[in-house]
């Protein structure tokens, strides 16, 4: 299986856990630590003007599909976040709350190749 790459997601089109299209990545953050990509930013709604900051956790590129392991109800109710604060511990917690991944440290953080 090749690694993914920052390119290769951003180049995707996120879509829910069910492949139902959210919305082009906008931006891929990476762990400081690993630097493994571990959120993306995917732009959603009408014309894409909003965006939702979601975790790669459990996620899968499947021909330039991002595949999450998330509902796309969920990005839409997803906690405001602003590129200016930059991404805290607390912000990331909240996040991975809000997505009902209850611990930063809980599984795998950065999408695979299917």
Do not use: C
Not at 27 to 49: C, H, K, M, Y
């Amino acid at each position: 299986m090749a690694e993914v790459t920052v390119r290769d997601i951003m180049d995707a089109t996120a879509y829910d856990r069910s492949e139902v299209e959210i919305g082009p990545v906008r931006e891929v953050f990476l762990d400081d630590a690993s630097g493994q990509p571990t959120f993306a930013l995917i732009g959603r709604g009408l014309f894409n003007l909003r965006s939702a900051l979601v975790p790669l956790r459990g996620s899968r590129l499947v021909e330039g599909k991002l595949i999450l392991s998330v509902s796309a109800e969920a990005v839409a109710s997803a906690p405001a976040w602003s590129v200016e604060d930059g991404l805290t511990e607390d912000q990331q917690q909240r996040i991975y709350e809000h997505f009902a991944l209850t611990d930063i440290a809980d599984g795998k953080e950065h999408a695979t190749n299917a």
